[in-house]
């Protein structure tokens, strides 16, 4: 048996070998030999060996200090760098010490350029080339230079562009290799990161950078965001070399490198890879985890400095986690929803967040309101009865059969669309919507013409559960609004021209109704959309946030009016829920880890293993819970069909069948065939936990088999159905309910349409001042109007208070502006006095403190001059700046004059400026009660 030394040896000479180097001993040792020389137990001056010192063009350029397989290596680099220190004088070497420095156990590589400022060991993948190290030590390390960027403009960046900027900066600063940035949808994510490669490249002289994408069409759009990118009235790819690569080659000379993650796959592990798998997203183009990217000479694992990650909150760091590790790269994260395995991934370095509500305030992204509508069949589902002549469609050829109903079909709204389609239910929902149009919804741009109001209603996306599902909900919006086909249309993975219509839908006043699955649920712009039609519920909320961010994007009035022309601004987009997507708890997308996999096994996947051979604890526990599932939902001709295919492939009973008494629990089981998919699924429970549980098997008849043997044998009696084809795919087939019912006898009708209020907040809150109007001061002030002034930390407790009672006060301002029809946010901390007076009922229209306080300030002036009094322009400036601190923070104190005029000279300037007109404390005090009363 090999030591772990030899082992760790002989892994670390392979991957040596595998970049190009050369290993040679003290006997046929030849500097020149070749590009690349590892020169084992090189001797240094103080008489100990280094295990290997690499020379490149013959000059000593790095060590490496070898340790045996397993061996923690953060330690080692003390005594690594000691022989780096010890190179006998006047070997040739580079820059008169190596400065490379590695340690490795076999599987891990740690490695060190000592030429950095605080230098500090990374973890690769593979060891360097040796032309990729003198390329290395040939220029100034990146990490030096990334300490050196010069600080950024602000210029025309937003606000949240600039920080994020600037802290991704700092944070490469510090060498974070691993770098969040959470950014709304709308605010311009890729706009951001075409600034931050500008900077990379030209301060930080990066050389590559590749930009991540998981779908095929966001990398024609992110391709087209670089293109039209300016410098200086440059553009950037006149500056720059861009490639967006759509097939297996990456020119050397791109310094912006745009493509999948699929298609880098591809390109590492020489594994085709077909368009449609391109077009779909990450998640739905991998069953299987990547254990570990081979080593690809033509795109070594330091091919590039940064890789920026588009969309970061998806399953990459599941499945295609390992290409992530291939590489040496700083890595990027650019999203609008983070998942807790995304925080994970990123070493919860958040540097910058800027949310989705922070956006509607800044005017960046709008609010969305919520409109309800629910019928009768989506609630509850529906009967057909028995001898009922109904319509069954084959999803796979889209075949219709006529079948005759032996008993009552009944169905539940889980069943609607997917076991049970009913064409008047959609039909039902469509009709409300155009009804609510110009009723409810937008009745501001209605006109005499009903020909223009069909024409241009506004955009319009619903989202449908499956592409058989947005066939029926597209046939029937052409029917619904008496229009044709480019009116409404399907956009799903499977059309062909689907990035050509996402650009039209985008750009053509014509189309105005887009159905879709998950096509354009995440990652697509399309500005002018102000509607979003929810016929299928969403569980994750990430997911959920992905998909309302379709519709929040802000557009010019002008562009608006181009696409939608009876539309004057969007200042708000519309979600209207049929199916209860905003009532439904919503759970965080992270993956089900079982073993080494990052999320659960296809049912095809299941079978195929067991089917193979594996059978493990896992896959048959797994399997068990989806055959139970299935057993549960196919009609009785599905399930008579597989009983006989289990009755063909029978096996006579084991040799000595356990019966009765087996295991801790003393489990009473008959290990027969299997007649139905019921006992099947029992039986792989069954073994499951015997192969679990290192169960001591007690058989009813004696046997000269081994308790292993025994386990053997009774995994292969109970999983020998799936060694037959014929019952493999056909319960595969029956699983995906590959027929559908079409109910064109039960008609639906509207059971509630009306906008969805939180009153749940507003309840609460007015629930919460009342209790409170005694303990929290600044409620006792409002309430009972005391002459006592409310101060910024008067409100800063009541803020406090209500976020400890889970009162959301940002979503309290919206549900009463929203109850009142009203288009406004809670920006400042004086807004709390709006929201209480509204919840005592002291005012009965909400308006921010801001606005009715500037309104006051104005006739107060005019009551001055009633009086006679004018003032200079010294007074009108010194009470504006009251009025804005007022405004700001509730209450302006006399000390507060040594802070806002202290270059003026405090309290002296401001007696000084109202001279005999005004009295200090009288002014003060009739500002207060004429802004706040």
């Not at 969403?538 to 519709?551: I, L, P």
């Not at 002014?923 to 009363?933: F, H, M, P, Q």
Request: proline letters at 3%; one cysteine or more; charged letters at 25%.
């Amino acid at each position: 048996m090999k030591k772990p030394e030899e082992i760790a040896r002989e892994q670390i000479d392979q991957k040596l070998k595998l970049a190009g180097w050369e290993i040679q001993t003290k006997e046929n040792f030849n500097r020149l030999a070749s590009q690349g020389v590892a020169y084992c137990e090189f001797c240094t001056s103080d008489k100990k060996f280094a295990d290997y010192v690499l020379y490149v063009e013959g000059k000593i350029i790095g060590i490496i200090e070898a340790k045996k397989s397993g061996y923690l290596l953060s330690g080692v680099f003390a005594q690594s760098s000691h022989y780096a220190n010890f190179i006998p004088k006047g070997a040739p070497i580079f820059q008169n010490a190596p400065a490379f420095i590695y340690e490795s156990n076999g599987e891990e590589i740690y490695f060190c350029d000592l030429r950095e400022q605080d230098y500090r060991s990374r973890i690769l993948s593979y060891f360097h080339t040796p032309s990729s190290l003198l390329n290395l030590i040939k220029s100034d390390p990146l990490r030096n230079f990334l300490k050196n960027i010069p600080l950024l403009e602000k210029n025309n960046l937003r606000e949240c562009q600039y920080h994020a900027i600037k802290n991704l900066e700092s944070s490469l600063a510090e060498n974070h290799n691993r770098s969040l940035l959470q950014m709304a949808t709308g605010s311009g994510k890729t706009y951001t990161a075409c600034n931050i490669s500008y900077r990379l490249l030209k301060y930080a002289r990066a050389k590559r950078i590749l930009f991540l994408v998981d779908r095929k069409d966001l990398g024609s759009q992110t391709l087209s965001e670089y293109e039209n990118f300016k410098i200086s009235n440059r553009s950037f790819s006149e500056l720059y070399i861009i490639n967006h690569i759509t097939q297996n080659t990456i020119p050397e000379d791109s310094q912006i490198v745009i493509m999948t993650i699929q298609r880098l796959y591809s390109i590492l592990t020489n594994t085709p890879l077909t368009e449609e798998d391109e077009e779909l997203e990450s998640s739905q183009t991998l069953q299987n985890v990547i254990s570990k990217i081979p080593y690809n000479q033509s795109i070594p694992f330091d091919f590039f400095d940064f890789i920026i990650v588009d969309e970061c909150h998806r399953s990459i760091y599941g499945n295609w986690r390992a290409i992530l590790d291939y590489f040496d790269s700083f890595i990027i994260g650019l999203t609008a929803t983070p998942s807790k395995l995304t925080f994970g991934f990123f070493q919860s370095n958040l540097i910058y967040s800027y949310t989705y509500e922070q956006s509607v305030l800044d005017g960046v992204n709008v609010d969305f309101w919520a409109w309800r509508i629910e019928t009768n069949i989506t609630q509850n589902g529906s009967v057909i009865p028995p001898k009922s002549l109904i319509i069954k469609r084959d999803k796979r050829d889209r075949k219709i059969i006529y079948e005759e109903l032996d008993e009552e079909l009944a169905y539940s709204n889980k069943d609607l669309d997917t076991k049970v389609l009913n064409r008047s239910q959609i039909r039902t929902i469509l009709t409300e919507y155009k009804k609510l149009i110009y009723s409810q919804l937008f009745s501001e741009r209605k006109s005499e013409d009903e020909s223009k109001n069909l024409a241009y209603i506004p955009k319009t996306l619903i989202f449908a559960k499956d592409d058989h599902h947005a066939e029926e909900i597209t046939l029937i919006a052409r029917e619904v609004f008496g229009k044709g086909n480019t009116f409404a249309q399907k956009i799903t993975h499977t059309n062909k021209n689907s990035k050509e219509a996402i650009r039209d839908f985008r750009t053509n006043p014509n189309f105005r109704i887009a159905i879709t699955v998950d096509m354009i649920a995440t990652g697509t712009d399309i500005k002018p959309l102000e509607v979003l039609i929810f016929m299928r519920n969403v569980k994750s909320s990430g997911y959920f946030e992905q998909m309302k961010g379709r519709g929040c994007r802000s557009i010019d009035d002008q562009a608006l009016r181009e696409v939608t022309p009876n539309a004057k601004s969007k200042n708000k987009f519309y979600i209207i829920d049929c199916i209860g997507v905003l009532d439904s708890a919503k759970i965080l997308s992270t993956p089900i880890i079982k073993g080494d996999r990052a999320q659960t096994p296809t049912l095809k996947k299941a079978i195929e293993d067991i089917a193979k051979g594996i059978i493990t604890p896992q896959n048959t526990s797994l399997l068990a819970s989806k055959i139970s599932r299935i057993a549960q939902k196919i009609d009785k001709k599905d399930e008579a069909y597989l009983q006989k295919l289990l009755e063909e492939t029978f096996i006579p009973p084991i040799q000595t069948p356990l019966q009765g008494n087996f295991g801790e629990n003393k489990e009473e089981y008959d290990f027969i065939p299997s007649n139905s998919l019921l006992s099947l699924s029992k039986q792989l429970y069954t073994l499951s936990n015997i192969l679990e549980e290192d169960i001591t098997l007690h058989p009813s008849t004696p046997t000269p088999l081994t308790q292993e043997e025994q386990k053997e044998q009774l995994a292969n009696f109970i999983t020998a159905p799936f060694n037959h084809a014929s019952f493999r795919n056909s319960l595969i087939n029956i699983a995906k309910i590959l027929y559908i019912y079409i109910d064109e006898l039960n008609t639906d009708e509207v059971t509630l349409s009306q906008p969805i209020e939180s009153t749940n907040q507003i309840e609460d809150f007015e629930r919460f001042i009342i209790e409170h109007k005694d303990s929290i001061l600044a409620l006792s002030i409002l309430y009972d109007k005391k002459k006592i002034h409310i101060t910024q930390n008067a409100l800063e407790e009541l803020k406090q208070k209500l976020q400890e009672s889970q009162i959301d006060i940002a979503k309290l301002w919206k549900s009463y502006a929203k109850k009142q029809n009203k288009q406004s946010a809670y920006k400042n901390l004086t807004d709390l006095i709006s929201l209480v007076r509204l919840g005592y009922q002291q005012i009965k229209e909400l308006h921010s403190f801001a606005e009715n306080a500037n309104k006051l300030y104005e006739l107060y002036l005019g009551r001055l001059i009633n009086k006679g009094i004018h003032l200079t322009k010294e007074q009108r400036n010194l009470f504006d700046t009251i009025k804005e601190c007022i405004i700001t923070e509730g209450y302006f104190s006399q000390k507060d004059f040594g802070e806002y005029f202290a270059d003026e000279g405090g309290i002296a300037y401001a007696n000084r400026v109202l001279g005999d007109s005004f009295k200090l404390e009288v002014c003060l005090e009739e500002l207060y009660e004429a802004l706040v009363g």
